[in-house]
C-alpha cells in the first residue's frame, strides 16, 4: 500500500474489517445466497471505498481480499486483494458514492420477500411504524436497469432523488440500500425485508391500514437526531 498514505492505509485497514463483517450479517440475516449481493463502505479521508470480491463465497471472505477501487471503480493497485475481480456491481457502488457525497456505505440483497415486491415492480407501502421510521415513507421501486455498468447506479440515484428512503427495489433484481455508514446500509437491508415479509403475510389475509403522513413525518424525524443520519437524509432529500 506504498501508493496511500500512512493515515488512508490504517483506515483503508479498518473499513477492510467491517466490510468483512457486514458481508456476515448479510448471511445471518438470511439476505443471501452463495455468492450474491455485496457491502461496501467508503474510506473516510480518501476517494476510495472497500467492496467485496467477486464470485467468492462468504465463508473465504477476510479483510485481506475485499478490494479497494477510486471513486470510478478502478482496483488501486499493490494493495492486499488487487489482483482479484472485484464485485460486479462495483460501477453502480461508484456511481453512487460519485453522485452522493452523504452515503458512506452501500449494501445489495437479493432477500426473497423484498425481492418478491421487486420482480412485481411494486412498492412497499408504509404501513409499519418502522418502516416510517427508516425509510419515511415506501420502499420505492426502480426501473430495470442491466448489471456491468453504472447503469444500475443512476436507476438509483433518480429513484432516491427528492425522496427520504434508504432503500430501492430495482425492478426484476433485489434490493440496494445506502446508509451513512455501511452499517446503516445493513440495518436498512435487514429492516426492508422484515417490513416486506410483514406486508407479504398481511396481504395475504386483507388489506393492510396505513399509516397517516403526520405519523410517518413524526416516526422519521426521531432520526435525524444522529447527526451524520441528518446529513444524509438531507442529501437524499436533495
Request: with cysteine; proline share 5%; net charge negative.
Amino acid at each position: 500500500m506504498n501508493e496511500l498514505a500512512p493515515s488512508v492505509q490504517v483506515a483503508v485497514a479498518r473499513i477492510r474489517e467491517e466490510v468483512t463483517r457486514l458481508h456476515e450479517e448479510l448471511v445471518r440475516n438470511e439476505l443471501v445466497v452463495w455468492t450474491a449481493g455485496n457491502v461496501s463502505a467508503r474510506v473516510p479521508g480518501a476517494d476510495l471505498f472497500v467492496i467485496k470480491p467477486s464470485g467468492v463465497a462468504y465463508e473465504d471472505l477476510s479483510p485481506e481480499n475485499q478490494v479497494v477501487c477510486d471513486l470510478d471503480g478502478n482496483v488501486i493497485e499493490n494493495t492486499p486483494g488487487w489482483d482479484r475481480l472485484p464485485s460486479s456491481d462495483t460501477a453502480a457502488h461508484a456511481y453512487v458514492y460519485r453522485t452522493m457525497p452523504g452515503v458512506g456505505g452501500i449494501a445489495h440483497t437479493h432477500s426473497p420477500y423484498a425481492s418478491s415486491f421487486a420482480v412485481r415492480g411494486q412498492a412497499i407501502p408504509c404501513v409499519l411504524t418502522a418502516m416510517a421510521q427508516e425509510f419515511g415513507g415506501e420502499v420505492p421501486v426502480a426501473e430495470f436497469a442491466t448489471i456491468g455498468d453504472d447503469s444500475i447506479g443512476r436507476a438509483i440515484v433518480a429513484t432516491l432523488e427528492g425522496k427520504r428512503s434508504s432503500a430501492v427495489l430495482l425492478k426484476n433484481h433485489g434490493v440496494f440500500t445506502v446508509g451513512a455508514s455501511a452499517n446503516d446500509a445493513v440495518r436498512s437491508a435487514v429492516i426492508a425485508e422484515d417490513s416486506a415479509r410483514t406486508v407479504h403475510l398481511a396481504l395475504l389475509h386483507g388489506t393492510p391500514q396505513p399509516l397517516s403522513q403526520s405519523v410517518i413525518d413524526a416516526l422519521f424525524e426521531r432520526g435525524t437526531d444522529h447527526p451524520d443520519l441528518h446529513h444524509l437524509r438531507e442529501t437524499r432529500a436533495g
